[in-house]
Structures are given as C-alpha cells and as structure tokens.
C-alpha cells in the first residue's frame, strides 16, 4: 500500500504546439495510502486520461507522480505494482475460478498456504466460493466480473486498485452488494481503492474522497457532504444532487446581502472584497423551507406545480422570470397559487464567475 | 376504439412468459408498465408492436383485430433501451426518414421534423452527426424520430435506463412535457420502467408486472398509497419498503426486541401477527429513539440511504440530504407509525395509513 503523489501533472496530446490544447490541466493531488477515491466527471471529463497516468497506460506531458517517495513517473504499467479492473471482464475462460484468482499470486511466487488463504478470503467477499472449481467460461457476465474484481483485490502488496466503471455490467441487486464488499475490503486490508465512474450516485457511495472533474480540469474534491453542501463550482452545484442545486442571478447589496429581482437575501458570506457586484446565489432544493409569514429571507412565489413523488413533494414555483425547486415533505399542504419559502443564509452559496465565494 | 387485450399468453423461455394479460389502454392517456428485469414489459411492448405473436389470447385496436395487422401498417412507434438511430446519417436526416419512406413533400416533412426537435431540446442540432452527440442526445434523437410519425400507439421500452442519472433527470423532465403538450389527443404512450420513481413522476396510470402476471392497476398514486400486497409493495418503492415481522399486543405493536404504539389504523387487525410495512422515508433520525448499527450509507441524488442493522433487524432509511456515516456507526432512529402499513400473514394489504384497515 502507498501514497500516491501526483505533482504538477498535465496532460496534453500536442505537447510541442506552441498553443497546447490540455486534456488534464496541470494539478496537484495527494492520495492517502488505504482510502477510497473515486474520480467523477462526465465523459470527456478526463477522468481515464488521470486513471491511466497512475498506472502508467499514459505518460504525462508534464509533472511527477510518486508512489511513497519512489518516482514512478517512467515506470510501465507492470513495474508499478497495481491491480487494474475494467469495465468489462477479462479473466482466462479456459482456467478454473480458483486458477483465475491466483493467478496474480503464483506469478510472484507466493507460497501455496498464501495462495489459499487469499484466494478463499476472495472469494467469500465476493460470493464465488461455490463456483472455484468451475471453469471461469461456464460462469454469467457478472460473475465473470467478479472474477476480475477478485484478481484485482487479491493481493495485498499493490499500491492500490485502480478500478473503471467496474460495477456497470452488473445487475443492481449485486451492485449494492459489492458497493458495500468493497468498503469492507477496504476497511479490512486497507487498500487503497481509486474508482473510475459517471455515476454520481456510484461515486458518492463508494468514495471517502470524490475528485469532480470538468472539461479537464479537477473542480473539487471532498467529502459527499462537502459536495452537496459547499460545491466549489457552480457545475457541481449542478452536477451533484437532485434535483440541481438553485442558482439565480443576482448582484451583491451589502456586505452580506444579495438582490434576486427585487428581493433582498442574507447570506453568510463576506461578500465586501467582490470587484464587481454580479453573482449567482445557489441554495439547494432540500434546504428551503416552507415558511407561515413574511420575515427575513422569506420570499413569496407563484405555485407552478407540486408533484407528489411518493417519498416527498417537489414544489415548481415562479419568482418572476426565476424557477425555484424545493423539495418539501410529503404530508404537507401546498397552496396552489402563492406560497412563502424560507432562504437560511448559513445553506446559501455565493458564487463569482461560476467560482464558490 | 381503445387498444384492449385479453388474456395474452406467450412463453419465449421458462423464467419469461405473459400469463394472461389482459389491459384496455384509452386514447390520450399515458400507461407505465412497471415491473422488474424479467417482469414481461418488453415481451408486451413487443407483442403489442406485433413483433411477437403470443400463443394465445386477442388484442384488438380501433375495433379491428390487431395481431392480423403486420407490424408495418400498426400505426406505431417504439423507443427502445439502446438508442437506435441510423449513424450514416444526420439528425435531421434520422428524423424525417419515417416520413420521407412515406413520400411527404419536402416542406411538410421540414416542419415536422423542426417542431419535433424543437420538442426534444434538439433545436440547432439539425445537421450535426449522430456519432457527435453525448447518449442523452441520440436518445432524444430516437424518441424525436418516434413523434414525428405521429403514430396512434408510442411505445417507450426504458427509454431513460441507459443514461446517467443527471441526464435520465433532465430527459424525465422533457419527457412529462412531452406527454402533457406534444402528443395528440389521439395517440396512446406506453411507457415500460423499473424505476417507481419514474412511475411516480410520469403520473399516468400504472400496470404493476410480476412474472408476466398483472398484479395491480391503478393511478401511480393510488399504487403508491395502497399497494394491493407485499410484492406491489416491492415493486413500487425504491428503496424497496421495509418489512418486519410483528406482533399486536393489548397496547403495543413489537417487533425483535422493539415495542411501538399503535396507530389507530392498525388498532382493529384481525391477524394478531402480521408484517409491519414501513418506507424508508417514514422513519426518521431522532435522538431519543432505536440505537441501530449503519451497515451501509448510499448516496442517491440527493438522498442518504441508511441500511441499518440491531440484533436480527435490517432496516433501511432515507434523508433527504447528504451526509456522511461510516460503516458501524451507531444512530437512533423513530418509526413515524401512522405511517405505517400491515399485511397479513400471506401478504395482502390489512391496513394502510390512506384507507384504514377496511381495505
């Protein structure tokens, strides 16, 4: 297990152009020896130009990346000591369950007792105990991939596991399975585990620490908490979440205050040293509330819909050209025309040129 | 003149059959079918599209028996899973082909095509290749392609379930205007799903299937409320609804080593044993209530679901946030009772908190 260091990594596919074009703008990124990371981003995003700079697939144009404070930034993909798991199987049809499994373990000449205990250790976690002595062709789509994801976690010495859509030819009932198998393997061998998906939902079950990514470049890492309740970028306001996180024009009335319209909203941030006075206020649909009278930070709205959506209610209302979501309890009754929503300054975010204040 | 089958049967593999579908689907409605993987949604879709014939049973459509009609001249449009378009082509050329097969002149076939666009959020995208468009874009691009035939029967087999989560949001939402202003008062949408989410915000009439039988129909909302027995009740709620073993005593209702008040709705039970139905979101984080271990959070949009575990209990519950647990955890929780539902020991509906136990 080790410590991944990327330092002032970039990546660009033509480097020599005086006018480079950046798949991966330069960054700089530690990742802790035996967390769980996953790198989250639409396609395009980048995400598999960082993943295969890691093991070694991509070089990049510039920048070191460190495994401890060994410099691997020229080492192959096989001299970097770590497991890889693709989005589709690929395992050996003609060897058995078992065979395939310790595979990665007999190719560095572990003893047999190791072999053994490792490869049914695996194959507890991941449910294939019945199926070691069967050919690994006779085996369904997804168990063939839980092959792969037991070869990548058989061995205890990697640096890490670097793992790409993994879970996506697998049916949801396993997922769910194998998103908690995973944590627990990870708590159990402290391995390091970095997960490569589109999936918000996937990302933000499986990581301690997400990396979003947008058009190149890394737009936050946090907790999901710290994503949902402070997105550095008004994309992750949007791409975090759902619905969306609210996001309306406005422009800065005093030191604390922002104007929507006509209406003026309290907010928590400091907002005196702002060049110029347009920002955009975020509040996400859960934290507004339904408010009896008018008061501070309470603004009245015009009802457009409310959709009973079984769990909750999701109210559509107009203030003016403006469209506010707020999600409210189900038992809850909703005028049909005019209804006040409470704005509590400590959940908004402020944002300058798309950049969290 | 509405498209009414009667009991279809059709069997392609052991575990996949119809066993008797019987529906009378109106014009101007929106349908969705839900059921899980396997359920028979596409099997009906395609029996309906005419590209299976069943082994028994009718179907008949504007009064005429519809499996004499070969496919080509139903008069319907399907939208399958994988986005399917004709990738030598462009975005306008894929749109307007089903009308150009039908000899439209070329003026007529241009507003068609650009009203249909304009209906998807496509405007713009005329003449950009299909292989130049993200998975959201080609799908709007086939359900484009479907409108503008204007076909009496829309068939939309899972549509949403190959996109990611973001996109599947923004298309939901096209797709609910879609239906409520795009479509004629003429034309029937069949809309398949594994999603009770998506069921419950398309707000048309549901069909529940399970194992190519009907189990309920009814408005999404009355299936939500009064989910006829255990298995509906699986199959409409996402996470799937609680379901505890209990017992009614003189003043409590107990379940493990957990006692409860009881509601009024479930004071008059027959049964003395019953299942305690309660949804995820129906129970609450509360700091004078259940110590449970956290056996796992999973994060869905915005919500947290929280699997919990005391003794041999594993619930699961939602919050309607973000938050940040680790496995083994300790939390408390409270079960909001009059929230709750009970299902005898076979598993029918006793009581339910909209309908009281007369159901």
């Not at chain 1, 941030?269 to 008061?295: C, Y």
């Not at chain 2, 003429?186 to 915000?201: G, K, Y």
């Not at chain 2, 209530?289 to 959070?297: H, R, S, T």
């Amino acid at each position: 297990m080790s410590k991944i260091n990327l330092n002032k990594i970039s990546h660009s596919y033509n480097p020599n152009d005086p006018n480079p074009t950046y798949a991966l703008n330069p960054f700089s990124m530690v990742w802790e020896d035996g967390k769980r990371y996953a790198i989250l981003g639409p396609s395009g995003c980048g995400k598999t130009t960082m993943l295969n700079i890691v093991s070694g697939l991509v070089r990049p144009s510039s920048g070191k990346i460190l495994f401890d404070e060994k410099d691997v930034t020229d080492l192959k993909t096989e001299s970097r000591n770590i497991a890889q798991v693709f989005q589709f199987p690929v395992i050996y049809s003609t060897m058995t369950v078992y065979d395939n499994l310790a595979f990665p373990l007999r190719c560095r000449d572990f003893s047999q007792e190791i072999v053994e205990e490792r490869v049914n250790s695996v194959a507890e976690t991941l449910n294939l105990k019945s199926f070691l002595k069967l050919p690994a062709r006779k085996l369904t789509a997804d168990q063939k991939q839980l092959i792969s994801l037991g070869r990548g976690l058989v061995r205890e010495d990697v640096a890490a596991v670097l793992m790409d859509e993994p879970l996506t030819v697998i049916d949801p009932d396993l997922k769910f399975k194998l998103r908690r198998n995973l944590k627990e393997i990870n708590e159990k061998y402290k391995t390091t585990l970095v997960y490569v998906t589109h999936d918000q939902n996937e990302a933000m079950t499986f990581a301690d620490n997400i990396i979003v990514m947008s058009e190149g470049e890394v737009v936050q890492t946090g907790t999901p908490k710290e994503l949902f309740e402070r997105p550095k970028t008004t994309f992750v306001g949007y791409f975090i979440g759902s619905p969306a996180m609210n996001l309306f024009e406005s422009e800065t009335s005093s030191n604390n205050s922002v104007k929507i319209n006509d209406t003026l909203i309290k907010t928590a941030t400091d907002l005196s040293k702002l060049k110029n006075n347009k920002v955009k206020l975020g509040i996400r649909s859960e934290f507004i509330k339904i408010a009896e009278s008018q008061k501070e930070n309470v603004i009245s709205v015009d009802v457009e819909k409310v959709e009973d959506l079984g769990n909750y209610k999701l109210l559509t209302a107009k203030m003016g050209n403006l469209t506010i979501k707020s999600k409210i309890n189900r038992e809850t009754e909703v005028s049909s025309e005019k209804v006040n929503l409470y704005i509590p300054p400590e959940k908004c975010c402020v944002y300058e040129d798309e950049k969290l204040i | 003149m509405n498209l009414v089958g009667e009991n279809l049967s059709y069997k392609l593999t052991e575990e996949l059959q119809l066993r008797k579908i019987s529906f009378n689907f109106e014009k101007g409605k929106l349908y969705t079918i839900l059921g899980r993987t396997l359920s028979g949604k596409t099997t009906l879709l395609k029996t309906i599209a005419g590209l299976l014939m069943p082994d028994s049973g009718s179907i008949r459509f504007e009064d005429k028996n519809f499996l004499e009609i070969p496919v080509w001249k139903r008069n319907i449009a399907m939208v399958y899973q994988q986005f399917i378009n004709y990738p030598h082509l462009n975005v306008f050329e894929n749109i307007a082909f089903p009308l150009k097969q039908r000899g439209l002149d070329p003026q007529k076939i241009n507003d068609e095509v650009f009203k249909s666009l304009k209906l998807v959020g496509l405007e713009g995208y005329e003449k950009r290749k299909i292989q130049e468009l993200s998975g959201g874009q080609q799908q709007r691009v086939s359900v484009a392609r479907s409108l503008v035939k204007n076909a009496k029967i829309l068939l939309l087999d899972e549509p949403l379930v190959n996109l990611d989560y973001k996109l599947r949001e923004q298309l939901r939402e096209e797709f609910k205007n879609i239906f409520v202003n795009g479509l004629s008062e003429e034309s029937i949408v069949i809309f398949s799903t594994t999603d009770p989410r998506e069921a419950m915000e398309l707000n048309g009439e549901v069909i529940v299937l399970d194992e190519g039988r009907v189990l309920q129909v009814g408005a999404a909302k009355e299936i939500f409320e009064n989910p006829k027995d255990l298995k509906v009740a699986a199959i409409s709620n996402d996470p799937p609804m609680n379901i505890l073993k209990a017992d009614l005593g003189s003043n409590k209702i107990k379940f493990e080593d957990i006692e409860i008040d009881i509601p009024d709705h479930l004071s008059k039970l027959k049964d003395k044993h019953f299942n305690f139905g309660i949804r995820a979101s129906d129970i609450e984080l509360n700091d004078n209530g259940f110590e449970f271990e956290v056996e796992l959070a999973e994060i869905s949009g915005s919500e947290t679901l929280l699997h919990l575990t005391r003794g041999n209990l594993k619930i699961i519950t939602s919050i309607e946030e973000v938050m940040d647990f680790k496995i083994h955890d300790k939390v408390k929780i409270n079960f909001k009772s009059n929230r709750a539902y009970a299902f005898d020991e076979v598993g029918n509906l006793a009581s339910s908190p909209f309908r009281g136990s007369n159901v």
